[in-house]
T-cell receptor, first 112, second 112 residues
Framework: DTGVSQDPRHKITKRGQNVTFRCDPISEHNRLYWYRQTLGQGPEFLTYFQNEAQLEKSRLLSDRFSAERPKGSFSTLEIQRTEQGDSAMYLC??????????FGEGSRLTVL | QKEVEQDPGPLSVPEGAIVSLNCTYSNSAFQYFMWYRQYSRKGPELLMYTYSSGNKEDGRFTAQVDKSSKYISLFIRDSQPSDSATYLCAMSKSGSARQLTFGSGTQLTVLP
């Protein structure tokens, strides 16, 4: 499978714990995006990388959130001190030079 | 008020019906318009991409953009049960899709 891969697919955690999600984009894609989708809503933009550089961050990305793409390949999204409001699907997408976005199947976070 | 408004449905139609899905937007800076399809527990996948006002057809799907009214539509002809999914409109201010703004999605069920 050469699509966008996300791991884990589902994470259940207790409030206050830290969680980390990983995204492996399509191999030749230089751009990588993180979106968040809550139930009954469309995805909301969080941040975007071109190669290893994080070029845009949404105001939704509070200081508890940090994203990295250290070698311009896979990316991680970490949420510290999780809150119940963080419960959502975290979607990763990749594109080649800003073309069509290909989304992964998402990582679902449940904060108890 | 959200920048992009979409009727959430749910919408239920018999197989073979013509389906009309719509979004309105408030920000005239949006120049590029997309429709995504999202099956349950999957990431969104791109269906249609349009730039200018007018119609664009692809098989059973027709995307329509009216920039003067800030209104976009997706028509599905001869709907099939396999079309049952959530349909999301999305917009961006540039062709290089750094940041997409999504509607909340319309859940469609096509009954056999």
């Amino acid at each position: 499978d050469t699509g966008v891969s996300q791991d884990p697919r589902h994470k259940i955690t207790k409030r206050g714990q830290n969680v980390t999600f990983r995204c492996d984009p399509i191999s030749e894609h230089n751009r990588l995006y993180w979106y968040r989708q809550t139930l009954g809503q469309g995805p909301e933009f969080l941040t975007y990388f071109q190669n290893e550089a994080q070029l845009e961050k949404s105001r939704l990305l509070s200081d508890r959130f940090s994203a990295e793409r250290p070698k311009g390949s896979f990316s991680t999204l970490e949420i510290q001190r999780t809150e119940q409001g963080d419960s959502a699907m975290y979607l990763c997408a990749s594109s080649l030079n800003g073309g069509e976005l290909f989304f992964g199947e998402g990582s679902r976070l449940t904060v108890l | 008020q959200k920048e992009v408004e979409q009727d959430p449905g749910p919408l239920s139609v018999p197989e073979g019906a013509i389906v009309s899905l719509n979004c309105t937007y408030s920000n005239s800076a949006f120049q590029y318009f997309m429709w995504y399809r999202q099956y349950s527990r999957k990431g969104p996948e791109l269906l249609m991409y349009t730039y200018s006002s007018g119609n664009k057809e692809d098989g059973r799907f027709t995307a329509q953009v009216d920039k003067s009214s800030k209104y976009i539509s997706l028509f599905i002809r001869d709907s099939q049960p396999s079309d049952s999914a959530t349909y999301l409109c999305a917009m961006s201010k540039s062709g290089s899709a750094r940041q997409l703004t999504f509607g909340s999605g319309t859940q469609l069920t096509v009954l056999p």
